[in-house]
């Protein structure tokens, strides 16, 4: 196992940093951060409010033209 990046001064663990999926800003990686990858409880929701919304979507392919797919059957 690799040992983790310490910031030589103090010995202290490096913490990473990372982009918020939601809102872009930093967001620490690591057990400091409950919400992690996102920064923030509010971005956390957010992202899941879009994934209930169907906001984000899987790609599908069209059923041809005058067709029904089979969940519409």
């Known amino acids: ?3 983790a990046a310490t910031d ?3 010995g202290r663990p490096v913490e990473r940093r990372v ?3 939601h809102c872009r800003g930093q ?3 690591g ?3 409950p919400w992690r990858p996102f920064c923030s409880e509010r971005c956390r929701n957010g992202d899941l409010g879009d994934w209930a919304s169907e906001r984000f ?3 599908a392919e069209a059923p041809p033209d005058g ?3 089979p969940e519409a059957q």
């Open 8 to 10: 030589g001064a103090a």
């Open 31 to 33: 057990p400091s951060n």
């Open 1 to 3: 196992m690799k040992p």
């Open 57 to 59: 979507r899987l790609p």
């Open 19 to 21: 982009n918020c999926p």
């Open 27 to 29: 967001a620490v990686y």
């Open 67 to 69: 067709q029904l797919p």
